[in-house]
């Protein structure tokens, strides 16, 4: 048996666990991944986005089950083009990061958390709006499963690892938006480990929130607190 009969074997490996089909230890292992990403994302390390892009190349084979034949058989063109999109986006964020951490070793972390601005939002909004729309046509024309609830998770997603890449508080709750259209999705779809991710994800996403939205209190207030004056001053 060579390398690649191997290889090929590892990537065709399934899980039977009476659920009427077999799931792909592949979508397991990528879920695992992305888990992996949030978690080190929570904490703000720049290890969030080369592992999250590990998890991406995995996932992009399981949402083509016609394509790849897997066994649930179903194209979602939206949560496979995703992944690719989210390689472009990892490696923005994986380059912005690093550099915030070369530049603030003393923190060894990759990026300050903020809100957005005034204007950040209404470009979210509006880009929220017209991806959704054109991502909808796009994907009804390709036959993807779902084309309405798989257009916003494929633009959600893309907004909130934007948001996540110039450290907005807010991409965390677009990736709420993103769970609550996923999870019913993928359970429809048979995707049981990837619906049980999004809403492991879902809840752990309110926890990023408030740690993020805490870093980012704390760090405000120290910018305010007053310089402290030299002995005798005064």
């Known amino acids: 048996m060579d390398f690649a009969e191997i290889w090929l074997r590892l990537l065709d490996a399934q899980l039977d666990v009476g659920l009427g089909k077999p799931i792909l230890w592949r979508e397991i292992i990528g879920n695992g991944f992305g888990l992996a990403s949030a978690l080190l994302g929570m904490r703000r390390k720049v ?12 996932l992009f084979t399981v949402f083509l089950g016609g394509v790849f034949h897997t066994p649930q058989n179903l194209d979602m063109w939206g949560q496979a083009g995703r992944q690719v999109f989210f390689l472009i986006m990892s490696s923005y964020g994986w380059v912005k990061w690093a550099a915030y951490r070369n530049r603030h070793q003393e923190e060894n972390v990759g990026v300050s958390p903020r809100w957005a601005s005034g204007r950040e939002r209404l470009l979210l909004l509006a880009a929220a709006v017209i991806g959704w729309v054109a991502c909808y046509y ?10 309405a609830a798989d257009a916003w998770i494929l633009v959600g997603s893309l907004l909130a690892t934007y948001g996540m890449a110039r450290g907005w508080i807010e991409f965390w709750l677009i990736w709420i938006a993103v769970d609550l259209v996923g999870v019913p999705l993928l359970l429809l779809a048979q995707y049981y480990p990837s619906a049980l991710m999004y809403g492991f994800y ?4 309110l926890i990023g929130f408030w740690q993020w939205l805490r870093v980012y209190r704390k760090e405000k207030s120290a910018d305010m607190s007053p310089e402290p004056q030299p002995a005798g001053v005064g």
């Not at 290890?47 to 995995?58: D, E």
């Not at 796009?138 to 084309?147: D, N, T, V």
Request: proline share 8%; with cysteine.
């Open 138 to 147: 796009i994907l009804a024309a390709l036959g993807s499963w779902g084309p």
């Open 202 to 205: 879902g809840a752990f996403c």
């Open 47 to 58: 290890w969030a986005w080369p592992i999250g892009i590990v998890g991406n190349i995995l």
